[in-house]
């Protein structure tokens, strides 16, 4: 039987790196991917709706550090867990289960109920972004090579078999497991 | 029989479609329908779209206005019974008896189908709404064993259509008001059981706890298995018992009962669901298909598994099959 991908962790060996990167670049990257998203999909905001201006940390269990999004300001900020400003909502799980929800492979509500996930704060805002993301049907790979072109070639050639050797879901689900 | 699918979003829509559902149910993004949640449901636009994707793959669709309308605020129900007319709808799913009343005037040619939010569980119930207001099928509560669900089949000649997989509503449907005593609102007039701006989860030491309006009705140790935070699935103290008072956290899957069903005379089978994800969606309605095309080529339906995508990770066959506490 296959793990649970809520209980799938990034290998140390490649986070040890990631406590010494300099966390501003990755701010950059990440808040020039909000921007081209936000614009490409501007349905993502109507359906946030009033929790435009809301803050929403995602914490990414198995990285060294946690994101923070405000929709309204298209920006997507990495800081030092701990040391990121209070947000109105909270949303924890590993890199796993937060790409598999994000490409449609694993329903919220299930990675929720099985403990996958947790959140605090607003939980009215939480909906609104899961929804609006799921809406979205998002290709997270396709996303950044529109966002940063160079990666695009790469990202292509790699992602999967990457998608392969991981079992992480790195590309949109356009199939779901069978489960009968 | 006929599978109808849950929609929350025109992503799920499409999805449901893909996967093979006779039927989608969907609702517009107001407190028209009981599953009004933040970034859910359709714009005007959108379910004229996914009519128009329903449609050419040849599927229904169904827009549930289903909550019960305020006074001095009818105009929202009454246009939104007539915009679903207009995007296509080939059906809407009602329980208010004024609003039934308004749509068979004003709108004779759409279909009507009751709502379970209007609770009719029983023949002179159900058979009062079909000849006041041409209902052509009836969403029966999940209060019913699959015995009186034959019984009610053999008494009326409306279509009856009955829930097999998701959320368990344990109480009289449209008639629980237990979440306004602690949040002030309902699912009858405001479309919501737990209004998420009153759900706050928090940790607290090794344990996550959930609240609705204030009060704990949840501990659970941190990465264990959670459930809504729906009060009658809550966990309380009474006398000197804790536990489910109300019912267990558990979701309904009567996907082993659907032969049965099907010899009582139901017409189609409900998932529950337009508050998840197009993966649940796409999940459950591929699972259900083969089931429902099962029974049909007269063979006998595969067994799912289905227990990991339901809350608190277990199922129930709820009052199909139950013996009430």
Redesign the interface.
Known sequence: MPEPIGNVTIPRLFTAPMHILPLWPVSIALSRLARNLLRTHPEILRRIDKYQNHHFELDITDLPFVLRLDPARAQLRAFRRGAAPASDARIAGSFAAFLAMLHGAEDGDTLYFSGALQIEGDTSAVLALRNALDDAELDLGAEIANALPFLAAPLRQSLAPLERLTGLHLTRADTTPEVY | MELVCPA?????LR?AVD?GAHCIYCGFADETNARN????NFSRSELAEGVGYAHARGAKVLVAINTFPTAGKESLWHSAVADAETAGADAVILADLGLLAHTAQRHPDLRRHLSVQAAAANPDAINFYAQAFDVRRVVLPRVLSVEEIAAINREIDVETEVFVFGGLCVMAEGRCSLSSYATGRSPNMNGVCSP??H?????EGSD?VARLGGFTIHR?P???????PTLCKGCFTSGDKTGHVFEDAVSLDASKLVPRLAKTGVTALKIEGR??????V???V??FR?VTDALADGRDP?????A??????AATTGAYAKTWR
């Open positions: 929350g979003t025109p992503a799920a999805a996967a949640f933040p970034g859910l998420p701006e759900v706050d989860y928090a940790t996550s659970t941190k990465g264990g298995v959670a459930p809504y508050q998840r994800s197009r993966a649940y796409a999940q459950i591929r699972a083969a595969p067994a799912l598994a289905l990991r995508l339901s809350e608190g990770q």
